[in-house]
């Protein structure tokens, strides 16, 4: 979690975006959603779609996070598994 909101790069095909999103499947494979940066001359209007990365294959770009840490998602444990808390 501590990579979400962050700038990244997919080190394959070099699409860069925002970390918007992370599953853990039941194998063990973590991917990532990974959302470009919205573009008005060329979106007609719709934002892009997150693409799915393997955690691998994702570099954080030193730019810095994009939400704040005061905002950022909190994860808290809990007797039923993990909750994610978005902040208000």
């Known amino acids: 979690m501590k990579n979400l909101g962050k700038k990244a790069k997919d080190k394959v095909s070099g699409m860069k975006g925002i970390l918007t999103s992370r599953i853990i499947y039941l194998n063990g494979c973590i ?4 959302t ?4 008005p001359k060329t979106g007609n209007g719709k934002y892009p779609d997150s693409t799915w990365i393997d955690e ?31 902040p208000r």
């Not at 991917?31 to 990974?34: A, D, I, N, V």
């Not at 470009?36 to 573009?39: A, S, T």
Request: zero cysteines; charged letters at 25%; glycine letters at 12%.
């Open 36 to 39: 470009p940066k919205y573009d």
């Open 56 to 86: 691998g294959q994702i570099e954080i770009l030193p730019t810095g996070e994009v939400i704040p840490k005061s905002n950022a998602v909190k994860e808290k444990k809990s007797p039923g598994g993990s909750q994610v808390h978005l």
């Open 31 to 34: 991917q990532y959603g990974l």
